[in-house]
């Protein structure tokens, strides 16, 4: 196969790969999978908003003349940020029998690679209007070292002249006392008819709202985590609240929030919600609680069509029980070493594939490299008398260029974290020999490890987050007679149905 590869370099952003990176990533590519440079086409400092670029136009001309086979490119953002733009212009390629290629995203071949590379598209052009409005190289250098850009500064900060942020005393009172009341149990509602009363009002002198105080409960600056953009630095901003008190908070906040049947009472925790689906009908399965005839409240799962429509015949099932029967047959089957084993190298592999980036990081370590003797160079020549303008100017530019790269380098290394098969094994492996009337560790396995639970009246079928083998089991359940004693209802539920022997796996 001959290929072409197009290279294109934007001016106006800080994390731009220089053209020579990209050549140098896409030839690795066209050598790895044999196919021949026959062209290359430099379009440097244009726009990827639209197709106005020389050497791009000049390409899509030359397709015509079937002189190759493939156009690599080094991201999905260097052929284009326009989703129109990009579709007309592969359509123009693809009617001359050429594909596009991508060195530095793995796109598999179906349907998801289909579903992958529109996703990727639709950010490139979602980035291009957030770069066009908002970010400018000046603003990432400042969000690099933590510093204010100007906008949406949290409640219990202040900002000095640098830019730099700094606890207000009298407001960080405000945010311990939210999280303090609703840690208490209160809840937002109540939170904001208590801070009325005591006249406690926004900075503009406006009344907090619900949204409001949700932000400030959630807002993750408070444990000292800076964010603006993609970018994220912890322990960049000074902090207010405890990790301990923030987790806690944001758990009961979790709990709390209104997703299908999530919770239903304060200590009560729906660990299947959004997992669970009738196997009669196929639809959701919700949490649901009924009080019986000693008073006693019980806890289930119904199908939401035989409560809502009366639609689907499935009977109500025990909370208690399906959630430890989940839990313990996913230990048995999941928990084994083979199948950690296999998890393990798939998390490897897909981290490998899709997020490892390290050779940016050697690429961007050189060029640190290049910079320094650079800057030595200089500083023998000055040492040496050799004292011009342009030598002081060029030292600045230098020095300007190594603060970049090292910013460039640090945040590489933070967003893409490389996790070791050993850490995996590791962290999978604190979930064996856990006490499956725990609900802790019923909630730990069900969130990690189950995809969906499909259950009927005589067998419960349950697929995991994992492909391979063993990633779906099937475990037939046996009737109670007490199951089929409905007769004493009591507000909609029954005391034998729901306080009899559960069913056997």
Known sequence: MNGVIYARYSSDRQTEQSIEGQLRECQEYADANNIKIVGTYIDRAKTGRNDNRAEFQKMLRDSKQKFFDAVIVWKIDRFGRNREDIAKNKAILRRNGVSVLYAKEHIPEGAEGIILEGLLESLAEYYSAEL?????RGMRESAYKCQFNGSGLALGYSVDKEHKFHIDPNEAKIVHLFFDLYEDGKTVAEI???????GIKTRRGKEYTHSGITYILRNRQYIGEYRWHDIIIPGGMPRIITDEQFERVNREMDKNKK???????KDVSFLLTGKIFCGLCKGTMIGDSGTGRSGNKFYYYSCRAKKTRRTCKKKSVQKEWLEREVARLTATVVLQDDVIEYIADRVVDIQQKERENKSIIDY????????EVAIRNIMKAIEAGIITETTGARLRELEAEREDLKIEIEKEKIVRPVIRREQVIYFLERFKGGNVDDKEYQRQIIDMFVNKVFLYEDKIIITYNYSGD????????????????????????????????????
Do not use: H, M, Q, W
């Open 132 to 136: 066009r409005e908002k970010i400018t």
């Open 192 to 198: 904001l008819r208590y801070i009325k009363e005591l």
């Open 259 to 265: 997703a299908p049947a999530r919770a239903r009472g």
């Open 364 to 371: 961007l370590n050189s060029r640190l490299s290049e910079t």
């Open 470 to 505: 063993n990633n779906e089991i099937t475990a037939e359940i046996v009737e109670e007679s007490a199951e089929k004693a409905l007769s004493e209802t009591v507000n909609g539920c029954s005391d034998k149905l729901l306080s009899g022997p559960p069913p056997k796996s």
